[in-house]
Each structure stands twice: as structure tokens, then as C-alpha cells.
């Protein structure tokens, strides 16, 4: 997905008009400056329909078409802060408990890592480490200072802020690492009769930080970043 | 890259789905037993202790995604291929923007190496054939997904 990557297309010009033309009402200051909005699935730009409301359609795909995602900054802040709260009990509560010989033990997260690191698979535990510690709190810290600093910091290091957004976008779902590792090992050792491996109540945790990271990295919009502050 | 050869790829990658969800990822040998474990037998297995959520999750982002990824590419890239414009196009070509998204088939391939690691210390672990095929998996759908169906839009009307 790339909507900066948008060919030309001079001989049919962008198409403007809605598909329904009865939202054409004035300007209703937000929208006005812009004159065009890029389709966020196919690339398309299309004229902009003034109006305050006006779910207008992409004329290509029919995606919906939104000048700026609709209330992105509430729905970032929304998953970011409950991901930061869930982010405690997915560390805290063991993601899995494995019995061996009648002795049943608790695993964390980071207990897991600590095992691998005094195996001496420290290349595995570095990867571990990223991918079920680092990358959830960057992702967090990372979304709440760009959803924070559109409104108290919008002119500041943009350029790196949209880096910060690719970047979170980019290795979001490598958090799932652990919640596959905790399946396959529970399903493998689930004949054995020597050991065997329940998941854990942390896991389900760890795996709703994941996906609400996502779905915040999603809602918010990266033209935000953009915007000048007197349009806002 | 154009659509005979955007066709043979996504071929390519429903074989090597088919193997890596098909065949074991991981053997263990217990004694005289043997236990062989694929993926979607992993998943049902969490489905049947009760981690309904995990379960859920595992399985779109890691079968149902990677699935209607290359079947919707099928869908569309088989007509094409033949002249013809598919029905309903521009539908399955906003259905792959999102699925894309969900995609996690790399990710599960370092996950399963991980836990044959971790398995080891508790029984002899052997790789198996799905393993190998998870890994190639992932780098024919990174291939494809970089290749982009973007000029497709164009044939929309």
C-alpha cells in the first residue's frame, strides 16, 4: 500500500463530483484549502465535496473517502491507553505453564527470554526480547507521542514523525511471535506424556496488546502529522 | 511485473501453502511414540483447551489471511490471464488492501523455529517438511505483495 505512488492520469483528469450530489453544501472551514482527497486503498485522488458530513465514495473503488480519518485521535488514544493497560497483566501473569514431571511451573515473558539467554541462545532471546518487550512498548510510547503531539507539538520534526508512523505500521504484527510460539509448543506437547504446556491467562493479554496496537497503529492518520495547525 | 508471471507466483504460493498448513512443522519422538504437528492442528488444539481468542487470532492472521491473499489473487489474476475482466474487481481489490494488513505468515515461520528450539530441551525434536515450506512461504508473499496489484485499478471502470 503505497498512496503516494499514484500514476498519472492526464487524459481523464481526477474525478470529481459524488456519486450523490445533494451534500454539496458551503464549505465548512475544515475543508476548505484542500480540494482533493487521495483514496487511502486504490490511490485515486478525487475532488473534495464541501460539506460538513458527507460520506463521500471513492469513484473507482467505492472505499469511503475521508479528508481525515474520522475521530482517529479519539480511537488511537483510545486502543493505545488500553493497550498500556493490558500491557501490565500480559507481563505480569504467566503466558504459559508447562508440567514436567508432576511439577507444574509458571512462565512469563520474561522468564521465557531469561531461559533462552542462560541456554545460551542469546541471538533467539535478542529476537524474543524485540519482538514480545520492545516493540510493544515502542509501539505505545511511539503511537501516544504522535497522536499527542498533533495538537501540542504540530510543526515539530514531521519528517521523523512520519518515519516513527512507517516504522510502527511496519513491524507491528512481529509481536505475535510469542502468542504462535505459546500454541505450537502447548499442541506439540500435548501427546507427551513426559511434559505438556497449558497457555496461559497472560497470553490472552499479550495477544489483545498486540492486536490493539495494531488496530491504533490503523486508526490513526498519518496526514495528520501534516496539518498546519491554524486548519485544524 | 505483469499478470502471467504475477499468476505463476501466486501458483507457486498456493502449492507452498498448501504444504506448509498440510504437513507437520515439528516431529517429536517420546519414547517409541511419534506426534507430528501442523499449524491448523495447533490452532484447534488451543481451540479445544478453552483459548478461544487466542486461537481465533492465530488462525485468521496466520491461515485464513495468507489464504484469501492468494486465493483472492487467484480469483482476479486467472480471468485476467485469459483476457477477461473478473466480476467484481475492485471489491476483491479493496478485500486484499485489508487482508494484507493481517498477514503474519513470516512471523509464524521464526515462531516455529523458536519453539523447536525450546521443544528440544524437553524432547528429541525433529524440522519438519512444514517448516521449510512456512519459510518459503513468507518470502513468495513478501514477493508479491511488492510486485503490488496497483495497475490493476486501472482496469476498473
Known amino acids: 500500500m503505497s498512496p503516494t505512488a499514484l500514476p498519472g492520469q492526464p487524459e481523464d ?10 451534500h454539496a453544501g458551503p464549505a465548512a472551514g475544515q475543508d476548505s484549502g484542500t480540494g482533493w482527497i487521495g483514496c487511502k486503498c486504490c490511490g485515486l485522488v478525487s475532488a473534495a465535496v464541501p460539506g460538513p458530513s458527507a460520506p463521500q465514495h471513492c469513484p473507482r473503488c467505492n472505499h469511503t473517502l475521508h479528508w481525515r480519518k474520522p475521530m482517529s485521535l479519539q480511537r488511537t488514544w483510545a486502543c493505545v491507553l488500553a493497550a498500556a493497560v493490558l500491557y501490565v497483566p500480559a507481563n505480569l501473569l504467566p503466558i504459559m505453564h508447562t508440567t514436567q514431571a508432576f511439577r507444574s511451573s509458571p512462565h512469563t515473558l520474561l ?11 542469546w541471538a533467539l532471546a535478542a529476537i524474543v526480547f524485540i519482538a514480545s518487550i520492545a516493540v510493544p512498548l515502542m509501539k505505545i510510547g511511539a503511537l501516544a507521542l504522535l497522536a499527542w503531539s498533533v495538537h501540542y507539538a504540530p510543526q515539530w520534526r514531521r519528517l521523523e514523525r512520519a518515519r516513527v508512523y512507517a516504522l510502527v505500521e511496519a513491524v507491528g504484527h512481529w509481536s505475535m511471535l510469542d502468542v504462535y510460539v ?49 486548519n485544524q | ?7 505463476a507466483l501466486t501458483l507457486a504460493a498456493l502449492l507452498v501453502f498448501l504444504i506448509a498448513h498440510g504437513s507437520p512443522v515439528v516431529t517429536i519422538r517420546l519414547g517409541g511414540s511419534e506426534a507430528r504437528t501442523t499449524f491448523p492442528m495447533a490452532i484447534l488444539a488451543a481451540w479445544d483447551a478453552g483459548e478461544y481468542g487466542v486461537a481465533l487470532l492465530s488462525g485468521v492472521s496466520a491461515v485464513l489471511a495468507p489464504a484469501l491473499f492468494i486465493g483472492i489473487r ?11 475482466v473478473p466480476v467484481g474487481l475492485a471489491v476483491c481489490l479493496r478485500l486484499l488492501h485489508h487482508v494484507s494488513r493481517w ?23 525433529t524440522a519438519g517438511p512444514g517448516l521449510a515450506a512456512l519459510a518459503a512461504l513468507a518470502l513468495l508473499l513478501a514477493a508479491l505483495e511488492s510486485a503490488g496489484l496497483h495497475h490493476l485499478w486501472w482496469r476498473v471502470r
Open chain 2, 1 to 7: 511485473m505483469d499478470v502471467q508471471s504475477l499468476l
Open chain 1, 182 to 230: 505459546v500454541v505450537l509448543l502447548a499442541a506439540m506437547l500435548r501427546f507427551g506424556s513426559v511434559a505438556s504446556a497449558q497457555a496461559g491467562p497472560g497470553l490472552l493479554a499479550f495477544a489483545a496488546v498486540v492486536v490493539l496496537t495494531m488496530v491504533a497503529a490503523n486508526s490513526f492518520d498519518a496526514r495528520l502529522i501534516w496539518q498546519d495547525p491554524e
Open chain 2, 103 to 125: 498477514n503474519t505468515v513470516e512471523v509464524l515461520t521464526v515462531a516455529a523455529l523458536l519453539s523447536l528450539v525450546r521443544i528440544a530441551a524437553l524432547a528429541q525434536a
Open chain 1, 111 to 121: 522468564g521465557g527470554i531469561a531461559e533462552l539467554w542462560h541456554d545460551g541462545a
Open chain 1, 13 to 22: 483528469g481526477p474525478h470529481s463530483g459524488p456519486p450523490s450530489g445533494q
Open chain 2, 74 to 84: 487467484l480469483y482476479l489474476l486467472l480471468p485476467l490471464a485469459l483476457g477477461r
